[in-house]
């Protein structure tokens, strides 16, 4: 009898997770002669573990086709991470009871490092209660912080939209630097790893180009050494141009973010590196400045994805439905370059144990001697990850055609579970 | 003889400057039988007053037709505003010393109300000094505030971007709002004017949809009202989404962004309205928040342009050239809407004492009775002004290629002028 799939998306979303998905419907329909139907969890886990399983049977070929080029995530997501089997064991038991109630064969868990990690212990846990189910991680997060993939898919979007964004802000600073603003700051995601701000850099081809300054959470942020690098962007290009990690840390390791700034009521404030340094600048240059923060902005742009990134993730999808096929149980497809000129790249298989809980940081080789720049061997790594356009339809309003779930859910067959 | 055009931007750049810029040198080189050189101001009028004129004519012709899809403004632009012909006489005839020394036939200024002003004092006060000159104001402004014309160039990429990012970004947080992010605020520009704040309201096609919030600087903030709609939008759509212009004030008149905020220094902390929503929403309500500024980042976004806007602001430009050509001065070129569906528009022309210094602020009959949404009269306005896509065309790299000009000066003819 054919077994179904279970697919959920986990974590924050990104521009191209829905590609993913689509990937996995898509193929799975061509081999409906194999496969049973593919269900996801409403809002992730935790609709697993309330047994609220979408029927993406319901879902028309249009709408399917149409997850593609849709940001967001399309069943939706959460952030629930099941700990170790004896502290979870209840959710592990649970989560294997209702793959059992609803014939999944297939679960396909679509997250980063704590993801590859639950599939990992479901895929451990069912075998040990006598219900294997062959558990397939699929690597998704814009941090691009997942081990042993060469880079993981969401990751080169988010990249493509700061470049995009702080090469025209740029453009438009210094057409006013003379008698206006002089610094310009974007701040840009990325708490532990600064892969999104080095992406920054690849704007900056020659002497005097943008962003001229790159804070990334590496490296611990030097007052004196960021003030000097702006005062001599300003003296000698007319403007400086910045991009900043939200994770950027001072010499004791706080967050530069929570320094200092209280409300009127003396609360620390929350989040906001970017007016800080701006405070930095203007009391300590005294130049004009702005700044912008542009938070699940750069996470859901997909009007600007990039199209290696969107193909890349169409294709983690449709390679965990054939690796499910060919019986594999505990892996997970990731992204493997063959070349860099030209750029080619491939699926490869890894084994879940080895993505499980592992954070990739840049390379030290990334990094400029001064701690605020992209080297070549950067460059080389981050160019072929932006390239390409793959633009959404629009209506004829100007919008995108974004497309919606019906999210017709199967029929409960458990009895309740409180998450 | 034949005269030269010369030709400023002025303020705020857009993502469309340069697409005037591009009608007017290319419409000006057709011409080429009856105009001399196009000369731009370096910086605008502060380059004037400098004698620094960039020499269009040695731009190639593909760097000319770049111009069309480059944000920024290609030949600098400036804040520098010229007072009544009593208090800036000096700077006046500057103007017109240097307008004769390069035999300029026609001053074309690009800008808002306070150009149409400067471009109107430089006609009278040139006739006065027995050097008649054509002045042509064209128009240019995001915040959509200048009288008579239907909308301004500049405005309708700006406004796109808006609908299209809050439009991405909701998707963004209903997917996760279950267990994560409830309230997401976009802040926005517009600090007298709320055109841009309510573009964002394009997207709320149907009940339920984002975004479920606008602040406009023409309506006091009334927190108990703004609470209670937040509240509302979470219970009932799962999540809140909220756009707010910089220029929103509390019932005193105080922008909130001012309102409370202090540094670890006690200063006042500039900017921001969303953090201080943000707080508001999280002591009050005490949902999970995120909140973007994208500042510079709307005001440059060419990769995500309007086709309308594109085309008119190239026209506006183009139409200056004509108007020259027909001998008129002291007037501007303006878009009429001839009608709404389909939407069909021409360029019109008024006198620049009609344009000058005067604010158009939103209808009442744009806003909702609770003074936080659009109304179907301001959605019949908006929605024509962000159809169409114009894309930059990407190098292989997978960035915009914008253009950057060579900005070779006209050899000075006159002493030094101090700014």
Redesign the interface.
Known sequence: MKKNILYA?SG??T?VINATACGVIETARKNHDKIGKVYAGK?GI?GILREELIDTSRESKTAVTALRH???????????KLKSIEESKREYERLIEVLHAHDIGYFFYNGGGDSADTAHKVSQIGKKMGFPVQCIGVPKTIDNDLPITDNCPGFGSVA?YV???I???S??????A???TKV?I?EVMGRHAGWIAAASG??AREEGDPPHVILFPEVPFKQREFLRKVKHAVANYGYCSIVVSEGVRNGRGQFLAD??????FG?A?L??V??VL??IVREKLGYKY????????Q??????A???DVEQAYAVGASAVEFALQGKTGVMPVIKRVSNNPYRWKIDEVSLGRVANREKMMPKSYITADGMGITPAARRYL?PL????D?PP?D?????K?VRMKKVLVKKKLPEFEV
Chains 1, 2 share one sequence.
């Not at 932006?386 to 356009?389: A, F, T």
């Not at 004829?396 to 995108?400: A, H, N, T, V």
Request: aromatic share 10%; hydrophobic share 35%; net charge neutral.
């Open positions: 998306q924050g979303v521009p809002d935790i849709t940001p967001g995530g399309a069943f939706g997501s959460c952030r629930y493509k470049a995009v964004s090469l025209e802000a453009l438009d600073v210094e057409s006013m003379s008698s206006s310009f974007l690849l704007v320094a200092g700034t209280r409300d009127a609360h404030q989040g906001g970017a007016p701006a405070n702005h700044w912008a923060v542009s938070d699940y902005l996470r859901s742009a997909r009007h600007v990039s199209k290696v160019a932006i390239r390409g356009e633009y629009y004829r309003d100007g919008l995108p974004y």
